[in-house]
Nanobody, 123 residues
């Protein structure tokens, strides 16, 4: 089974930017996605990308601020986060292997998960 490893989390001030990376241990031909969990909150979908990287999907709360992308040749997916807000604080996870590649942002649809990377945005 392919393993996922996130990196790039940090503490930044509001308005700042971060770029998260998710490296897979091998080729991943499925849709992939980023999720986050705020302190004391539930895991929520942030963005998803199709297996080719052509199609992208975003939660309304991050649309026009975050950009998801992937490079299958590098076994890597990214999440570029701009104009960060305190409410973006949380642990960010990458995930893969949904049964359908339809841009789902439901955590129940993804089988493979990374361990997460912490993002903290201060006001």
């Amino acid at each position: 089974q392919v393993q996922l490893v996130e990196s790039g989390g940090d503490s930044v001030q509001a308005g700042g930017s971060l770029r998260l990376s998710c490296i897979t241990s091998g080729p991943t031909y499925s849709c992939m996605a980023w999720f986050r969990r705020a302190p004391g909150g539930e895991r929520e979908g942030v963005a998803a990308v199709s297996n080719t990287g052509v199609n992208t999907y975003y939660a309304a709360s991050v649309k026009d601020r975050f950009t998801i992308s992937r490079d299958n040749a590098k076994n890597t997916m990214w999440l570029q986060m701009n104009s960060l807000r305190p409410e973006d604080t949380g642990t960010y996870f990458c995930a893969s292997d949904p049964p359908l590649c339809d841009g789902s942002l439901s955590p129940d649809d993804y089988k493979t998960w990374g361990q997460g990377t912490q993002v903290t945005v201060s006001s």
